[in-house]
């Protein structure tokens, strides 16, 4: 290969203290329009290799003060020059002293005497092994730079989203604020009881569906609400909003330390709403006292399994809630197939004890 042919000179370092194998070397490689260095002890070729960094190095084994393993192991312990490839030269031909060459972090190795056209090969084969690598490395931290920044863009982007989000839940919740108070200013106008009594449940539905989006609002994910807390706040703004005395109410809560998205949260928290301002309005006639228990569990098929009762006066025995008149209690049914779930009233074994029980079970 030529000067003209090969432009880019690559530096060889050759380490031997055999002054006849430096210049046999030498030529062979400066003929080959190669770039040579020459050092005959280890330590001289440790300073060579401070002052500039080698594209290859040719290593002998047998010196005085360092050998060519302690020289190489040297080298693999700093990180400027640990990827330098190393070939050794040596007359030593039996396999141990080759096996301890490459433990030594040689990447091959030749034996004396030798062919020039062997050392040529070898070190073309290691220099274009050595060239890919480092252009492999060029583009892992080109496409690792890439990817960090895409990184950041995602980032940037998810906390857009979140902003965003959080602007639409608190957006909502207001909105439906402003509805509720509407509706409260209308609620003081109305005079016929059945009117105002839906001016109330309307009212009620917003408020419960508003519930929903402040606890979201106020999550970290945007996307689930720890529903026992939710219900806990749910019932006890019910019980204020429909008793005259809300003292004569108590709430019993057997609730699991659950979360669920939104599309579960409104139509669950409905179903809460209705079943429980219902039994406020009608289980506890003449301000008499009572208790409400809601449980929120999971069974051991792992659906959710919903309970509402109360001690009250209980649901007339001839009532088919499928006909009833209620507007919550029809809107039940319908809420519990959004749920995919099973409703049912539960009857007591004995009537006298008064009270009901609503069960919705989902997955």
């Given at each position: 290969m030529t000067k003209?042919?090969?432009?880019?000179?690559?530096?060889?370092?050759?380490?031997?203290?055999?002054?006849?194998?430096?210049?046999?070397?030498?030529?062979?490689?400066?003929?080959?329009?190669?770039?040579?260095?020459?050092?005959?002890?280890?330590?001289?070729?440790?300073?060579?290799?401070?002052?500039?960094?080698?594209?290859?190095i040719l290593l002998d084994i047998k010196m005085p003060e360092m050998d060519g393993y302690e020289v190489c192991s040297h080298l693999k312990e700093h990180t400027s020059a640990a990827d330098i490839p190393v070939i050794f030269i040596s007359g030593l031909k039996d396999s141990e002293s080759k096996i301890k060459g490459f433990e030594a972090g040689g990447v091959d190795y030749i034996t004396k005497p030798f062919q020039a056209q062997e050392i040529l090969a070898r070190v073309r084969t290691h220099l274009s092994m050595s060239r890919m690598k480092h252009h492999l490395e060029e583009i892992v931290q080109e496409r690792t730079a890439e990817l960090q920044e895409v990184t950041e863009q995602i980032k940037a982007a998810l906390n857009e989203k979140e902003v965003l989000l959080k602007e639409i839940h608190h957006r909502v919740k207001n909105n439906m604020a402003m509805m509720s108070s509407f509706l409260q200013f209308q609620i003081q106008q109305v005079t016929d009881p059945d009117a105002l009594q839906r001016f109330i449940d309307t009212r009620s539905r917003i408020y419960t569906m508003a519930l929903v989006h402040e606890k979201l609002y106020h999550t970290e994910d945007l996307k689930n609400i720890n529903f026992k807390e939710f219900i806990q706040d749910l019932a006890e703004s019910l019980i204020f909003s429909y008793t005259t005395f809300p003292h004569l109410i108590s709430l019993n809560t057997d609730i699991a330390d659950v979360s669920l998205n939104l599309d579960r949260a409104i139509p669950c928290g409905l179903i809460i709403n209705e079943l429980v301002s219902n039994a406020l309005k009608h289980a506890f006639p003449e301000n008499r006292k009572g208790t409400i228990t809601i449980g929120f569990t999971i069974d051991p098929e792992g659906r959710y399994v919903l309970t509402v009762s109360d001690d009250g006066v209980g649901l007339p025995e001839q009532m088919d809630i499928e006909q009833t008149e209620s507007i919550g209690l029809k809107l039940v049914p319908l809420l519990s197939g959004q749920l995919d779930g099973e409703f049912a009233r539960e009857d007591k074994l004995d009537p006298s004890e008064g009270g009901t029980t609503f069960r919705i079970v989902f997955p």
């Amino acid at each position: 290969m030529t000067k003209t042919e090969n432009q880019i000179q690559e530096d060889i370092l050759i380490v031997d203290d055999s002054p006849e194998n430096l210049k046999l070397l030498a030529k062979i490689l400066t003929e080959n329009n190669f770039q040579i260095r020459g050092s005959n002890s280890g330590r001289y070729a440790l300073k060579s290799i401070e002052k500039k960094i080698p594209d290859l190095i040719l290593l002998d084994i047998k010196m005085p003060e360092m050998d060519g393993y302690e020289v190489c192991s040297h080298l693999k312990e700093h990180t400027s020059a640990a990827d330098i490839p190393v070939i050794f030269i040596s007359g030593l031909k039996d396999s141990e002293s080759k096996i301890k060459g490459f433990e030594a972090g040689g990447v091959d190795y030749i034996t004396k005497p030798f062919q020039a056209q062997e050392i040529l090969a070898r070190v073309r084969t290691h220099l274009s092994m050595s060239r890919m690598k480092h252009h492999l490395e060029e583009i892992v931290q080109e496409r690792t730079a890439e990817l960090q920044e895409v990184t950041e863009q995602i980032k940037a982007a998810l906390n857009e989203k979140e902003v965003l989000l959080k602007e639409i839940h608190h957006r909502v919740k207001n909105n439906m604020a402003m509805m509720s108070s509407f509706l409260q200013f209308q609620i003081q106008q109305v005079t016929d009881p059945d009117a105002l009594q839906r001016f109330i449940d309307t009212r009620s539905r917003i408020y419960t569906m508003a519930l929903v989006h402040e606890k979201l609002y106020h999550t970290e994910d945007l996307k689930n609400i720890n529903f026992k807390e939710f219900i806990q706040d749910l019932a006890e703004s019910l019980i204020f909003s429909y008793t005259t005395f809300p003292h004569l109410i108590s709430l019993n809560t057997d609730i699991a330390d659950v979360s669920l998205n939104l599309d579960r949260a409104i139509p669950c928290g409905l179903i809460i709403n209705e079943l429980v301002s219902n039994a406020l309005k009608h289980a506890f006639p003449e301000n008499r006292k009572g208790t409400i228990t809601i449980g929120f569990t999971i069974d051991p098929e792992g659906r959710y399994v919903l309970t509402v009762s109360d001690d009250g006066v209980g649901l007339p025995e001839q009532m088919d809630i499928e006909q009833t008149e209620s507007i919550g209690l029809k809107l039940v049914p319908l809420l519990s197939g959004q749920l995919d779930g099973e409703f049912a009233r539960e009857d007591k074994l004995d009537p006298s004890e008064g009270g009901t029980t609503f069960r919705i079970v989902f997955p």
